[in-house]
T-cell receptor, first 113, second 116 residues
Framework: DQQVKQNSPSLSVQEGRISILNCDYT??????FLWYKKYPAEGPTFLISISSIKDKNEDGRFTVFLNKSAKHLSLHIVPSQPGDSAVYFCAAIRIQGAQKLVFGQGTRLTINP | GAGVSQSPSNKVTEKGKDVELRCDPI?????LYWYRQSLGQGLEFLIY????????KSGLPSDRFSAERTGGSVSTLTIQRTQQEDSAVYLC??????????????FGPGTRLTVT
């Protein structure tokens, strides 16, 4: 039962343009949604999060949008830079109990010069 | 400051052998998590420790998997009688007290386990 899904395994974007990464979820009980970024041979690093009561959160070049009715969130990166090339994981969490992260499968983003 | 460290970084073992994976969390972090990432998959929760509370073992895939956390700090994940399907990257994460920055966990670099 995949509660968090990232249907695009890869995405290629030209430097300077907007990157849009998508994520869908099935469990309406999630309280927070997060994006993590992972470089090869490193652990994931936290990027940005959004509460389930919000519909947008912005941090510099990164903006996360949440559409609760569609159970869909997206991460926008603008402008995209070569250093943004990495695997991006969408994750969700319930604040009750263990607060374990439920991850999607990841999307490999490649920024082309 | 020092981040989460894990050892070994790579481990190759024969099917049927036992393995131990170690995690040193960030000092002062009360919560510790183990996840694993199998090839082509997302990260899968295994076990959670919070302070002196009983661990949440709901993610452990079988009774061959166990983990302990000594003194509220270092944790060891043990896999007994390893199988080929145990091959994965095992990631440890820690976070400060619950109730702060929900979901922001600090991950180590992982241990890549290969069972031959």
């Amino acid at each position: 039962d995949q509660q968090v899904k990232q249907n695009s395994p890869s995405l290629s974007v030209q430097e300077g343009r907007i990157s849009i990464l998508n994520c869908d979820y099935t469990n309406s009980m999630f309280d927070y949604f997060l994006w993590y970024k992972k470089y090869p041979a490193e652990g994931p690093t936290f990027l940005i999060s959004i509460s389930s009561i919000k519909d947008k959160n912005e941090d510099g070049r990164f903006t996360v949008f949440l559409n609760k009715s569609a159970k869909h969130l997206s991460l926008h990166i603008v402008p995209s830079q070569p250093g943004d090339s990495a695997v991006y994981f969408c994750a969700a969490i319930r604040i009750q109990g263990a607060q374990k992260l439920v991850f999607g499968q990841g999307t490999r983003l490649t920024i082309n010069p | 400051g020092a981040g989460v460290s894990q050892s070994p970084s790579n481990k190759v073992t024969e099917k049927g052998k036992d393995v131990e994976l170690r995690c040193d969390p960030i000092s002062g972090h009360t919560a510790l998590y183990w996840y694993r990432q199998s090839l082509g998959q997302g990260l899968e929760f295994l076990i959670y420790f919070q302070g002196n509370s009983a661990p949440d073992k709901s993610g452990l895939p079988s009774d061959r998997f166990s983990a302990e956390r000594t003194g509220g700090s270092v944790s060891t994940l043990t896999i007994q009688r390893t199988q080929q399907e145990d091959s994965a990257v095992y990631l440890c994460a820690s976070s400060p007290s619950p109730g702060l920055a929900f979901g922001e966990q600090y991950f180590g670099p992982g241990t890549r386990l290969t069972v031959t």
